[in-house]
């Protein structure tokens, strides 16, 4: 059942019309009813390609948080083959918000690993909602070792809201490991491309989005805080999230614009949720374009592509 967002309401609205003249498709009126499902269809359908054409910041990070957004899984599940995921971090154990392994990409050996959040209450809990603990971030490391010595490209998918900031793993050094996860994703020597899917939420996500390519869904948001925590800290009042979110520039046009992110992939109107298969499909050009840009460069110009790219951020505004 799709879910719907508040300023999804006219949208809403008009499916559920849709769905009661469904059920009314074997009367003896049926070619009227098929004459209106058709007419409700359409005003469904301008209604909203309308609201997405100009969705606020706000929106789009209600978007970016949408439940039915695919999640790392779904882009394992539809393009990586011989997926084979590997755990721990062989210092404390596997952390399940940060997933990691090995796989093909179009019949190429690639390093993945990205944040999941879970599409189910079980699931969530079970990923504790996309925040890592230090495991987790030091899980990446040991995988970016291995893609490293075996000259293998990581392709990086983030959503998270950021690193989970409980007790235990600020016990076990949560700053220190993202620390870690962040120098090492510089020092590679294979070529790296970062992907923010849904939310990507500060160091949570720089630690595994510091690539040669780093690209945003159209509807996915960067920071380096929540809008929510934002507006606790400069106004004191979460309920201001609204105008932190405009405030912050969070988006990918605005991050594109920046210099901060490489690129942006569009979403059909409806967002990735609706249109998953698209989106796949243009994620998998990106990455495929990617990899083949960077095929035959050093070690060295892998590097230094990297390491310029990050110093060059800020540099035209100034």
Not at 24 to 53: H, P
Not at 54 to 60: C, G, I, M, N
Request: cysteine-free; hydrophobic content about 40%; glycine content about 10%.
């Amino acid at each position: 059942m799709q879910s719907y967002l508040d300023f999804e309401k006219p949208v809403a609205e008009l499916q559920g019309k849709i769905e009661e003249l469904q059920k009314l498709g074997d009367t003896d009126e049926a070619v009227e009813i098929d004459e209106e499902l058709v007419r409700l269809q359409s005003r469904a359908e301008n209604a909203l390609a309308d609201i997405y054409a100009k969705l606020t910041p706000w929106q789009r990070t209600q978007v970016a948080r949408h439940p039915q957004r695919p999640h790392f899984g779904d882009y394992v599940d539809n393009l990586i083959t011989e997926w084979v995921p590997l755990s721990g971090d062989r210092k404390f154990g596997d952390d399940q918000a940060l997933i990691t392994g090995f796989g093909r990409f179009n019949g190429m050996p690639v390093a993945v690993m990205g944040t999941e959040k879970g599409s189910s209450t079980k699931s969530r809990i079970k990923h504790n909602f996309g925040s890592a603990r230090p495991e987790g971030y030091r899980k990446a490391v040991r995988i970016m070792d291995m893609a490293d010595r075996f000259d293998i490209p990581v392709i990086s998918f983030v959503d998270t809201s950021g690193a989970y900031p409980g007790v235990g793993a600020e016990e076990r050094g949560q700053a220190e490991a993202i620390a870690r996860s962040t120098e090492k994703s510089l020092d590679l020597g294979v070529p790296s491309i970062a992907i923010i899917v849904g939310e990507g939420g500060s160091g949570g996500a720089i630690a595994i989005a510091t690539a040669n390519r780093v690209l945003m869904l159209q509807n996915a948001i960067y920071s380096v805080i929540s809008p929510e925590g934002g507006a606790s800290i400069l106004w004191r009042d979460a309920g201001k999230a609204k105008e932190a979110a405009t405030a912050m520039k969070i988006t990918a046009e605005d991050l594109v614009g920046f210099g901060i992110v490489d690129g942006m992939i569009e979403e059909p109107a409806g967002g990735a949720h609706r249109h998953m298969q698209a989106v796949m499909d243009a994620t998998g050009k990106e990455i495929s374009a990617f990899l083949e840009e960077f095929s035959g460069k050093s070690r060295e110009e892998v590097r230094e592509h990297r390491r310029e790219k990050f110093l060059a951020i800020g540099k035209s505004l100034m």
